[in-house]
């Protein structure tokens, strides 16, 4: 079973900054595609970044675009989501999750999630 732990949640501020991880208990974690997603109270779950095994982006939310990135470490089975200009409409809680269907980016493509962590912008 692939398990996947997110960390970095918190309260910040408007115009602040987060780092969220992902930690994976995979070791063939570098055959996963890894998907970020939030999902705000009343909202629908949305995605903001899907990742190929390898690295490659291939989707970024127009919502986050210029203010997060992110990117992977598959010596350390952690992926990582890095939020600046946080705004409060960012809030939500966030997921990451696994799969290893190769163009993964839907989330009913992903098998493995995380339990989320809280993300809250407000001043």
């Known amino acids: 079973q692939v398990q996947l732990v997110e960390s970095g949640g918190g309260l910040v501020q408007p115009g602040e900054s987060l780092r969220l991880s992902c930690a994976v208990s995979?070791?063939?974690?570098?055959?996963?595609?890894i998907g970020w997603f939030r999902q705000a109270p009343g909202k629908e779950r949305e995605a903001i970044f899907c990742i190929k095994n390898r690295g490659e982006i291939t989707y970024s939310a127009n919502s986050v675009t210029g203010r997060f990135t992110t990117s992977r470490d598959n010596g350390k089975n952690t992926v990582y989501l890095e939020m600046k200009s946080l705004k409060p409409e960012d809030t939500a809680v966030y997921y990451c999750?696994?799969?290893?269907?190769?163009?993964?980016?839907?989330?009913?493509?992903?098998?493995?999630w995380g339990q989320g962590t809280q993300v809250t912008v407000s001043s």
């Open positions: 999750a696994a799969s290893l269907l190769p163009n993964a980016c839907q989330s009913d493509e992903y098998y493995y």
């Open positions: 995979e070791l063939t974690f570098k055959h996963y595609g």
